[in-house]
């Protein structure tokens, strides 16, 4: 981690710059002040001003006719991807498998699924990306492997192998296990005396990192330092190299808190991913790790350079808290981000800033602008109201990742069959890109019964081809937003978060982004009336430079802001010395 204090004349014009912090009590009682110093986290200097976008190759784009997109497909679209100003895309699992979760349970490690392509494939995919200043993340999943992954096979037999250990299997057919680890174990499959144990899915059977503290009484517990363990490990590093070495620029990693098993594991979890981040220190210190694990105080405790921020309290109260918009069945209330302005920003921040603050000097926490586990943004909403999300999403801290098409608006799809373990809504976020206003919505040639998941049929289906032409579309708004990241200092990943005006059920959401001497200002409104907000604040500016949304009214007193914010409306500033 590297301070660097701002420059004495930047930190003399920020000493006015005292601010009261507008949030529940219970998050923070004192007051927060904007002081522009730089805190930033080690780690490639790239990720600092990156956006990442992210592709889910299935539906992406067929280049071959057979209704499933392919890398040949993301190949012929990077120049697309390029030009919306990200840094770098993530790429979910293209390996072999049988596709009982999309390809997250892995066949063969070393090898593109047919279906895909090839090796070859994806080391042109590596090479056409960089020529073209584009990085490439892999999905590094390695908590459980594909039912039918040969080590799986082999451990499943009754004669020893050196694959026996690579899995948690009991060691008695008949005998449940009790407590925390009681509904993880498979009953009855294969040869083998005993149960084995599923990460995820039936079909994903956990690979064995051992336990934190084996009972002795369970001979088949392993110590994290068992020598099949390490093997196992050694081999999982092999995976990274290969795929590194080839060309890749880094990993995301699937369930990334889930390897090391039994109480207390986090800490043996932590000591896997800081060895893993050794090897990027020495042979890819370009290298970005990202975690699957939404526990941002272990995931950057020396382990990964970023976090996403989504399986977690709070985040849901942002643009899914509705069950008609997360569909899953799982929450209820209302989103901050909601013209019926019924939500509650407060809670949001009061489980984020936990976390920001804590690991601030660490690593970054990341929001997802959407993924494939989510339903789309685009429930229900309008195109200003998705610029709002993107604009929050992109001038928060941390490196935004933005799921394919929620740059046009693609909406949440409704009645689709369940594919390949995407229950929903992952299917209704699953469907395929939207090109062109023709056939399959330009994703493909084929018959339209064959694709992997139908194209929206909407006769307003939103596509990059009409959005492309036309200066006010979503999508050129948000190639707007994504060149702030870059061209302003403030938002950078590292750069200061202050909220200045965040209260409890209620609206605008204000806050402010600094680096030294540059702040950015950023007010929200989602909610249908107007709305006002004032807030303490001294930092000297000569005015208000307006860098996206609409401009909002401003009074300026001595010592406080004040904004009236039209319903419905967003502005993002920088201030003017
Ligand atoms: C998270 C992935 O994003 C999801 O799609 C998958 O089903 C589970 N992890 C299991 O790997």
Avoid at 37 to 53: F, H, S, T
Avoid at 298 to 312: K, R, S
Avoid at 381 to 405: C, H, Q, S
Avoid at 500 to 509: D, F, T, V
């Amino acid at each position: 981690m590297r301070h660097h204090p701002a420059s004495p004349s930047s930190r003399l014009r920020l000493a006015f710059a005292s601010l009261l912090l507008v949030v529940p009590a219970a998050a923070r009682a004192q007051a927060a002040r904007i002081s522009g110093e730089r805190v930033v986290p080690d780690g490639p200097l790239w990720i600092q001003k990156a956006v990442v976008y992210q592709i889910y190759p299935q539906t992406f784009y067929d280049s071959n006719g057979d209704g499933v997109g392919d890398l040949p497909g993301i190949i012929q679209k990077l120049d697309y991807v390029k030009s919306l100003g990200v840094d770098a895309i993530w790429i979910n699992p293209f390996f072999d498998s049988p596709f009982n979760d999309a390809g997250y349970d892995i066949r063969d490690y070393y090898e593109v699924a047919p279906r895909y392509g090839t090796n070859d494939d994806a080391r042109r995919l590596f090479e056409e990306a960089h020529r073209r200043g584009l990085r490439v993340l892999f999905d590094y999943v390695i908590s459980y492997t594909a039912i039918d992954h040969p080590w799986f096979v082999d451990s499943t037999r009754e004669e020893r192998s050196p694959h026996s250990n690579w899995y948690v299997w009991t060691d008695n057919a008949w005998k449940s296990e009790e407590g925390e680890l009681c509904n993880r174990f498979v009953h009855g499959y294969g040869q083998r005396n005993g149960n084995f144990m599923l990460n995820f899915y039936w079909s994903e059977p956990a690979l064995n990192f051992g336990f934190h503290q084996p009972d002795p009484e369970k001979k088949w517990q392993l110590p994290v330092d068992h020598p099949d363990v390490l093997a196992l490990r050694e081999e999982l590093r092999k995976v990274l190299r290969f795929w590194m070495d080839m060309g890749a620029d880094g990993i995301r990693a699937d369930m990334a808190g889930a390897l090391v098993k039994g109480k207390g594991s986090d800490e043996d979890t932590k000591a896997f991913w800081r060895d893993i981040r050794g090897t990027f220190r020495t042979a890819y210190p370009e290298g970005f790790m990202v975690s699957e694990w939404s526990g941002p105080r272990d995931a950057l405790d020396g382990a990964f350079h970023a976090d996403f921020f989504h399986w977690f309290e709070g985040y849901n109260d942002l643009a899914q808290k509705e069950s008609w918009r997360i569909l899953n069945g799982f929450s209820e209330g209302h989103s901050f981000f909601d013209s019926a302005g019924k939500g509650n920003i407060a809670h949001f921040l009061s489980k984020y800033l936990e976390q920001y603050e804590a690991t601030r000097s660490k690593g970054y926490v990341c929001l997802p602008l959407g993924n494939h586990d989510l339903a789309r943004l685009n429930v229900r909403r309008t195109d200003a109201e998705l610029e709002m999300i993107m604009a929050f999403g992109i001038t928060m801290p941390g490196v935004p990742f933005l799921y394919y098409g929620n740059e046009i608006g693609m909406r949440q799809l409704y009645g689709l069959p369940q594919i390949e373990g995407a229950y929903y809504p992952r299917s209704g976020a699953r469907t395929p890109m939207q090109w062109t206003p023709g056939r399959n919505l330009g994703f493909s040639t084929a018959d339209p019964a064959k694709l992997y998941l139908p194209v929206d049929a909407a006769t307003d289906a939103p596509n990059v081809e009409a959005q492309q032409a036309d200066p006010r579309s979503l999508l050129n708004k948000v190639r707007r937003l994504i060149a702030l990241k870059h061209s302003e200092p403030a938002l950078a990943a590292y750069a200061e978060f202050v909220p200045l005006y965040a209260k409890e059920n209620a609206y605008p959401l204000v806050y402010a982004r600094a680096d030294g001497a540059d702040v950015v200002l950023a007010v929200f409104n989602p909610a249908a009336r107007p709305e006002s907000a004032e807030f303490p604040f001294a930092t000297p500016y000569r005015s208000l430079r307006l860098l996206a949304g609409k401009d909002v009214a401003v009074t300026r007193r001595a010592g406080t802001l004040r904004f009236d914010v039209a319903g419905q409306t967003y502005a993002v500033y920088r201030l003017e010395r």
